[in-house]
């Protein structure tokens, strides 16, 4: 494994670029190391990790260069390429392709699928906390598409909860308990 960087602190910004994506790509198992325990929750493949480690790369050449210290180059990568996976990681983890699932065309009027979709949507509803089923609601009304910086404000909560409640009723939509038969 390569850690080493080039002595030369007077580097254009291409130069820089192109030192970030040789270390990239000398330092690939170091950059999985780094962001193996945030992997399963980011959204992305490897190709998209290390991009954000070319990125996070760059910002540590030139916070050593600031600092007059490249022996630091591995810490400051380190630092800043693990708060990167950490804020890719704390989103909701979204499925990975669209294609593999066949999603029917119907050739009914809209006004009976939106009739028949209302129904599902109170269904599925049900199989949510209180609590998510008012989220929910409330994301459904909304015109464009909300955030979870929107929903904390919205709801007076963390970003982070926000983002747990979302994700947990997404997973209860897709695997809703067992009905308890009478």
Known sequence: MTCSLPPDQKQSRQETWSTALRWVSSNKSLIRQIASPYIKFMVGDYEDLYQEAAIASVKALITTRKKESPERFI??????????????????????????????????????????????????????????????RWLLQQSTPASTPDIAREFKISRRHACRVVSESICRFAFPPPRKSA
């Open 75 to 136: 810490p400051f990568f380190r630092v800043i390429f693990k708060t990167s996976c950490i804020k890719l990681a704390s989103g909701i983890q979204t499925v990975h392709c669209l294609e593999d699932y066949l999603l029917p065309c119907s050739e009914e009027p809209f006004e009976e699928i939106e009739a028949a979709g209302e129904f599902e949507i109170e269904q599925a509803l049900q199989a949510v906390s209180k609590r998510q089923r008012e989220i929910c």
